[in-house]
């Protein structure tokens, strides 16, 4: 499955982003989709996890828990990340990632990746 991940910006402290994850080439409703996020002189890391089976089965990193919201839109073959409530420490290059089985917590359990978005969060 191909991944386009889009909607990073510039955005002061406490503001909100909404990001996309558009596919295509296959159905995005039987992927698990992952947000990770990779910082400057960082590894990168998991954000946000939504199963294939329940829109409700999602997971999310204790530094975005309560702030960020991933969902699914199967008939758009869309994934979103709202994020809410941001910080200077979540300012990365945040990516999507599909995969049909894995360990959704680590980046090796992703076989697809989209190219990125950029989010810098301002004081």
């Known amino acids: 499955v191909q991944l386009q991940a889009s909607g990073g910006g510039l955005v002061q402290a406490g503001g909100s982003l909404r990001l996309s994850c558009a596919a295509s080439g296959r159905p995005i409703s039987i992927y698990h989709m992952g947000w990770f996020r990779q910082a400057p002189g960082k590894e990168r890391e998991f954000v946000a996890y939504i199963s294939w089976w329940s829109s409700s089965s999602t997971h999310y990193a204790d530094t975005v828990k309560g702030r960020f919201t991933i969902s699914r839109d199967n008939a758009k073959n869309t994934v979103y990340l709202q994020m809410n409530s941001l910080n200077l420490e979540d300012t990365a290059v945040y990516y999507c990632?599909?995969?049909?089985?894995?360990?959704?917590?680590?980046?090796?359990?992703?076989?697809?990746w989209g190219q990125g978005t950029q989010v810098t969060v301002s004081s």
């Open positions: 990632a599909a995969t049909l089985s894995g360990n959704f917590y680590s980046r090796f359990g992703y076989n697809d």
